[in-house]
Every structure is written in structure tokens, then in C-alpha cells.
């Protein structure tokens, strides 16, 4: 292959995944909905997620996406140097993006900030959301797609809190949100939360533990206790499925962190809803790929 006609199937492959994953959810969601299910003991919540797998079924059976909010795509690269398409890569997602629009197809999420007019395409000034990680002598290319929609991971929540106010203030700070308006996402949701050294870092890890699977913990134990009486706080508030009452709120919590500045502890949170459209394709050099997130995809 020549390097236009490289540039040109990784476009087409990255639209398909997109368009795929607007429609069918990764396996770890899917897996986790059903064990919620299962655990419920009334029959609203029951009925529910029944309706989730029915919505799940006819979107793969109809071929359309399975939420109206397909959201603003937002890519979570990490490229290796050596990669021979790093220089189109962020091109190529763009193009990628409008070319699942059209074929999804996906509702058009892209409005000019103060000019006020929405693109019709999905891209504009900085959309799609692209984030880079450089992988130093690596030739492969890992690509975290995700579909925010208003109501989940836009509209997250980030502050620094004074040192003295510590894990504790973390732990309110979230429950806090969780608490008034779940941050508006569709539950059970999937929890993300940035303990980090400032405002901005916290808040990029909040949306990046959101990629890592529901299941997995922080590697840090005293971080993976801290995921697990979160999401036991979290589910004790009933929130259930659709928010109509339930035992279980959550997917999961999931925490990233770094170390921090003595004087701040930065917190953030942000929640990925039930339709927690995110998917992960890692390229080698030859654009032979492999997807971790969704079983049986042919691109
Ligand atoms: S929160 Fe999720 S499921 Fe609910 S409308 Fe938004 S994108 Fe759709």
C-alpha cells in the first residue's frame, strides 16, 4: 500500500469502529449490566434493563445507533513515534469523523462556539476532542474512541481542595455530586475519579479512568479500597436504573492519580452512562489491528 492509500483504509477503518460502537456496546458494559440485572430484586429495575438489552438487540438489528446523543467523539491516542501515520493522525481522525456521520449516521454535536452554528458534520474548532500520549520507540498505535453525550462526561466537576481537608474531602467532594444530579448521566453509571495536583490534571484523569475497563481496579491499594467504598456509597444512594430507584447506582468507580503538591489535593469527577460507548482498536505498523473492547468486529 502506498502511504495515501495507508492514511485512506485507517480513515474507513476508524469510522467504521466509530459507527459500530454508537450501536453495539463493549462486552465489559454489556457483561455488567447483566450481572446488575440479576441482582436487582424488584421489578421496575428488572424491567429496565430488560428494555436496555431490547434497545441493545434493535440497534445492531436495524442499524442505528442506540441513543439519540451519539456526542462529541472524543479520541484517546497513545502513538508510538515510530508509527508511519503519526503525522496524518489527527487529520485522519477528523476526516474519520465526518465520514461516520454520514454513514452512521450520527447526530450532528458540533456547534461553532460564538458563532453559533452547528457544523452538520461533528467537527469543528477542536472537535473531535483529541488527546495524545507519545509512546517513545514504539511502532503501534492505540486509539481509545468515545462517544460523550451531554449528559455524560461533559458535565463534569473539578476543584482543588486545601490538604487539611484530605481523602475526606475527596470522598465528600464526589458524594457531593453523585448525590444532586449524578451529573445528569443515564445510570447506572460509571464513575470516574482525578486525584491529581491540580484543577486540569485531576480532571483528565477523571475522563481518562473512564476508558479503563469496569472490573479493574487502581493499582495503588489503598486507591482500589477508596473505588470500592465509593461505589458502595454511591450505590447505597438507590439510584437504580434510568434513576427510578434500584440497589445498585453504579458500574463501577474507577481512580486515577498522581502525586501532588503538598499544599492541594486537585479531585475530579465525571460519569459515563449506562451507554458507555467507548471503544479500543490498537494499530501495528501495517494496520493490522485488534479490538479489546468488543468481540467479533470486522473492520
Ligand atoms: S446519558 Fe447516555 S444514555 Fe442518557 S441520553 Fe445521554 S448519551 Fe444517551
Redesign the pocket.
Known sequence: MTHEEQVKRMTDMIAKFVGFTGKKLPDDVIAKLTELREKETEAMPKVIYDTMFRNQELAVKLDRPS???T?VLQFWVKCGTKFPLIDDLEALLKEAVVKATFETPLRHNSVETFDEYNTGKNVGKGTPTVWWDIVPHSDKCEIYTYMA????TLPGCATVLMPGEGYEGVTKFVMDRMTSYGL???PPLLVGVGVATSVETAALLSKKALMRPIGSHNENERAAKMEKLLEDGINAIGLGPQGMGGKYSVMGVNIENTARHPSAIGVAVNVG???HRRGHIIFDADLNYEITTHTGVEL
Open positions: 441513543c439519540q446523543d456526542g453525550g451531554g449528559g455524560c445528569n448521566a443515564c452512562c449506562w451507554s
